[in-house]
């Protein structure tokens, strides 16, 4: 209706968006139930519902959202879209990769704002979760590692503007099992704290920690010509 008017609304409503660089895209899908008023030339619209968010980047990360609660708030000036805000809260799925680190996230709690003013729109996730974390690395023959561990803590933070990342944080804590074979040795870790961080602002890395603690065994030979030299043991922290 073009005239002034207050009803109810039952809406579907979909949307996609490209980063400038084509690298990453999000796709959002709601389906709601709310009201709706016109006055004179605004036009204001508040619902509530349910959906499915869900986030590619080609470089190194997914997401995928159910999101349980969807709160949506929208402006129109005549028939102009002038303002519009997503808040949304769910659980879910996300797998990146992150120096090697191939991390496979169960999303316990997420919470996703989206918010558009006349042609600017801004995006913050925040992601709280547990899972798995893998390494296998393979360099040649003579030298390979691998790592698997429990996640029990995760956390994801990113903030973007007009699809450009502004902010980036994945900081997690785990235990792990790290094996590491090399010539005629190897070595066996138990990790009873695996701590990874890294944060990037304005494309910028602005801090990465790696933290490992534990204890390890190790076996090799020192010599195979006569004296015959074999040393295993144990570190322990």
């Given amino acids: 209706p073009i005239s002034d008017h207050e009803i109810t609304t039952n ?21 709601g139930r709310g009201w709706q008023q016109r006055n004179n030339q605004t036009l204001i619209s508040n619902e509530l519902g349910h959906g499915i968010f869900e986030f590619s980047d080609s470089a190194d990360l997914d997401i995928e959202l159910n ?21 949304m809260i769910g659980d879910g799925n996300l797998y990146t990769i992150q120096d090697g680190l191939d991390v496979s996230v169960n999303v316990t709690n997420a ?16 992601i709280d979760g547990n899972g798995i974390i893998e390494i296998f690395d393979e360099s040649d023959d ?17 903030f973007d503007s007009d699809g450009i990342r502004d902010y980036q944080q994945i900081n997690l804590e785990a235990s792990a099992t790290s094996f590491i074979q090399f010539g005629d040795g190897n070595i066996e870790l138990e990790l009873e704290e695996f701590r990874f961080n890294d944060l990037w602002v304005y494309g910028v890395q602005d801090e990465q920690l790696f933290k490992y603690v534990g204890n390890a065994d190790f076996n090799f030979i020192v010599s195979e010509e006569q004296p015959y030299i074999y040393a295993n043991g144990t570190v322990d922290d």
């Fill in 11 to 31: 809406r579907t409503w979909s949307n996609n968006i490209s980063s400038s660089e084509d690298t990453s895209t999000s796709n959002l899908f709601f389906e």
């Fill in 67 to 87: 999101l349980e609660k969807v709160w949506l708030n929208q402006t129109y000036f005549e028939e102009l879209l002038v303002g519009q805000e997503f808040e």
């Fill in 142 to 158: 003579d030298w390979s590692s691998a790592l698997n561990g429990q996640i029990s803590t995760f956390y994801f933070e990113s």
């Fill in 111 to 126: 919470q996703y704002n989206r918010t558009l003013s006349q042609e600017s729109f801004t995006e913050h996730l925040i």
